[in-house]
Structure formats: C-alpha cells, structure tokens
C-alpha cells in the first residue's frame, strides 16, 4: 500500500497495528510536497517541523499505550483563509502576505484535539474569489490529473494536495460552491456542511451570511470522520447551531432503498457539456439500480441565481474586506503621508484586479439610492430561492445536479472573463443561498482523462443522507463510471 494515497481508515489501522509511525506517515507527506509541490503549486507555505512534532505527539501517546483520537496521524492541507496560531494566513493576496494568525479558528482547534497533522496552507484563488484558483497573488495551481487544466477554485490547493497526494484529507471553504467545485475538477469528496454546522470563527470572511468551512477527501467515509469531528455550535460564532451531531460514519451503510432523489426541471436543460451529462446520468442510472426512486423537481428560480448570489456575495464582501486598510492587518503602504493615501495606497498595492471589482460592485449595491433596487431585491430573491428548496425538498430526500456545467477548463481559457467564469458556478451557488448542505463525489472521468463530480443537495442539518447516498455511490462503482 503506498502510503501517500491512504484513506483516513487506513492511517488508523497502519499506526494501530504499528506498521508505520506518524511521524513516517508525515515524512511520506513532505516528501511528497517537496517532489510534487513545484509543479502542481498546491501549497503556499508548509511547516514542516510543526507538523513533525505534532506526528511525534502522536506516537508518544501510542507508545505509552493511550487510545488514539479519532483522526491521529492524518495529514491535512488546510485552506489559506483558515487561521492556525503562529503560521501565516495569507488568504491568497498581497495585502496578508505577512501576516501571522493569532490563534486557531474552532475548525482547527477540533481537528489538532482529534491528532491530526497540519502539513502545510494550501493556495486559493483571492480572499476565495473565483472558480479556478488563478486569482490567488502567488501563483496557478495545476490540476493534477492533467496540468494544463485548472483545479477549480476557489479551493483548488486543497482538492490538488488531495488529489495529488500531498495530503490524505483537506478543508476548504465554500461560499459559493468553493469545496464543492474544485472536488469535482480534482476527483476528489467535498463537502459543504449546512449553514452553521461549523462553525467559521477563524475563517477569514468573503460572505458571511454563505461561508462555511467543510472537507475535501479520498471517500465519503472519510469526508463523515472530519466533519465529525468540526461539526458543532461555538460560542465563538453566533451563526453556529446547537443542533445535535449525529455520528456520521455509524449511519453511513444503511440502505439507501427508497430514498426519494429530486432531478431539477431547470438544471438538466441545456447548458451541460455532452459528457459531463453522461456520465451524470450513468451516476443516477446507477442510483436507481441501489433502489432510489427519481423525481422530477421544480426550482423556478434558478435563472435568477447567479445575479442573486453576486449581488449579495460582493455587498457583503465590500463590507468584510474594508478591514484591510493598512491599520490593523498585514500590508501597509505610506502613500503621500496622510490617513486616506495610507489607506488608498495598501489597498491598491494590496488588492488584486477581481477583489476590487468587487469591492467596487459591493459598495455601489449598498450605496444609498441603489441598495433597495439591488441589494434588498436580491435579498428578496434569495427567499424566493431558498423557498424554491424548502418546497423541492418536502418531496424527496436529496436534489441531484451535476456539480459543474463543464469539466475543468485549461488554464487562461476563463480567467480574462469574469462572466463566464461566475456562469459556471450555477449549480453550487443555490445551496449557499439556501443555506442547504451539499456534496460533490466523483462521477467517473471524461475520455480526455478529466474528472465528473456528482452533487448532491439535502435538507438543512442532513448531512447524514447525502453522505449514506454518497458512500452507497461510491462502494458501488460510481467514482469510476
Ligand atoms: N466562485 C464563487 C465566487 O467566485 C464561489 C467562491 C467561493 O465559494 N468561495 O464567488
């Protein structure tokens, strides 16, 4: 068994039975890093002793014959926008290039509490702006399966240091299909939790009322260990529920005979590249063979989504970002000795192109005269959209779509046309809207070698069905249709 492309499962039975150490399985990862990083730009930084000392941590508790905690030994990548204390938390952007994280955000608090290793902070399109992580400051991530494509984004560095075997699981954020979208490009599970299953204290706001922090892994099964184990309220976040945690790996094999899928009107129209329709629909064949029942759904207003979710992401952006203005955070550039050419000069030194256009876009939806005609409209509409969910999903039991229109794009194809780029995120954005939680799992793989994803939506705190549907898919063959 090569070491670098273990699943969660199987680094626990590997340090049970004492085959290899956690510091060995930790070496294999930075080794990996080292060999595989300058081509495929998945990490921005990467500490290795810390994350040899905290392996060394859990090698120490098995030899004085202590149980192991749920996630020991595994090495994460862990999304750049994601604050571990005394590391750098660049979020993808000049403006944080040096700064240094205070403290652990709850995600990674729970996460180094469960044993697991920290083995570097992976790239992201700007303060998680974009769909293919070529608006990140520093550099493109490469898709691993074919590199002149990109990863997806805005998580692309997690989805390629899992799919590129540099990590054995990784978390992402998603604000508007940011986990889900790079899983499918990379072949990988992503998984966006419910709005305030986990908590996002130590995240790096883009939009707050649609963030949240969820796993990229190898199965379905392991995406279940983690988000075990970060799931839960936080009196650090408001927005985090109290609503009990089920154990999600313990209720991952029931049957999923009966289980009611919605396939909505407006997704399956057309609009879906020829293959990556195929082998969506050779993934639902393959559903209804286990004994799911599809139904058709209405979402009637998915046409107006994409503007819905713009509107509201970028006002609620502009707000989040004014932070960075050279008195607090990171970068600071002088200007001509005066507070406002201070501030002008950090963040136009700071800030790359598609940041502040939508700084600019944000504040001008929330400006006095234009906030009703925008942004309260698309507050209005997102009702109507989560409503749209609410009435889908009082049919049937999860929603399928594809996770992305298209396979991944080759790098440059996109990123000179902000629309085009924003139209293809229009299956993932609906469920941060809602606030649903959604999963991306793989759906085989395009004859050029480019991997499907497979979303599927659920009702709000049911997690535990999409990952019964997702690992049920997987065992029975659907990642490799
Ligand atoms: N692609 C979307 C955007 O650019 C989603 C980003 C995200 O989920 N962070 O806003």
Redesign the pocket.
């Known amino acids: 068994m090569e070491v670098r492309e273990l699943t969660i499962d199987q680094v626990r039975s590997l340090l049970e039975r004492g085959e290899v150490s956690a510091v060995e399985i930790c070496q294999a990862h930075l080794e990996s890093i080292d060999q595989r990083n300058s081509e495929i730009k998945a990490f921005i930084h990467s500490d290795a002793s810390r994350a040899l000392e905290q392996a060394a941590r859990i090698d120490q508790t098995k030899r004085q014959g202590e149980p192991l905690p749920v996630l020991a030994g595994v090495p994460l990548a862990i999304k750049d926008n994601i604050s571990i204390e005394g590391q750098r938390c660049t979020c993808g952007s000049k403006i944080l290039e040096n700064y240094t994280a205070m403290y652990d955000a709850t995600a990674i608090s729970k996460l180094r509490a469960a044993g697991a290793v920290f083995v570097g902070k992976a790239n992201m399109d700007e303060f998680?702006?974009?769909?293919s992580t070529e608006n990140s400051a520093f550099f493109q991530t490469r898709n691993p399966h074919a590199t002149g494509y990109v990863p997806g984004?805005?998580s692309g560095g997690s989805a390629a240091a899992v799919a590129g075997q540099m990590a054995v699981a990784a978390l992402g954020?998603?604000?508007?299909?940011?986990i889900r979208q790079p899983a499918s490009f990379c072949g990988v599970v992503g998984l966006k939790p419910t709005y305030g299953r986990v908590s996002r204290y130590g995240l790096v706001a883009?939009g707050s009322s649609l963030d949240q922090i969820g796993p990229l892994t190898r199965t379905v099964k392991d995406a279940a260990r983690v988000l075990g184990v970060i799931a839960g309220s936080d009196m650090h976040d408001a927005t985090s529920v109290a609503a009990a945690v089920p154990d999600y790996v313990a209720g991952i094999n029931a049957s999923v005979k009966g289980i009611r899928i919605g396939l909505p009107k407006q997704y399956f129209k057309a609009g879906i590249a020829t293959e990556v329709n195929q082998k969506v629909q050779a993934g639902l064949k393959l559903l209804e063979r286990l004994g799911c029942e599809l139904v058709e759904v209405e979402l009637p207003h998915t046409e107006y989504a994409i503007a819905c979710y713009y509107v509201v992401?970028m006002a609620e952006a502009s707000s989040n970002l004014a932070r960075f203005d050279g008195v607090r955070y990171g970068l600071r550039v002088h200007g001509e000795g005066t507070l406002t050419g201070m501030y002008r000069e950090t963040r136009d030194a700071g800030f790359g192109n598609e940041v502040k256009r939508r700084i600019i876009l944000g504040t001008f939806v929330l400006s006095s005269g234009y906030y009703d005609a925008y942004y309260l409209k698309a507050q209005k509409v997102r009702t109507l959209i989560k409503q749209d969910f609410e009435k889908a999903l009082a049919k049937v039991d999860v929603i399928a779509s594809p996770t992305s229109p298209t396979p991944p794009f080759r790098l440059g194809e996109k990123s000179s046309d902000p629309l085009a780029m924003y139209l293809s995120?229009i299956f993932t954005i609906t469920a941060n809207l809602a606030g649903i939680p959604g999963i991306s799992v793989p759906c085989g793989k395009t004859a050029e070698g480019l991997p499907v994803g497979l979303q599927l939506l659920g009702k709000h705190f049911d997690e535990a069905t999409l990952l019964r549907v997702g690992h049920a898919f997987e065992t029975e063959g659907g990642f490799t249709l």
């Open positions: 998680a702006m974009g769909s984004g805005s954020s998603d604000t508007g299909g940011s883009f992401a995120d």
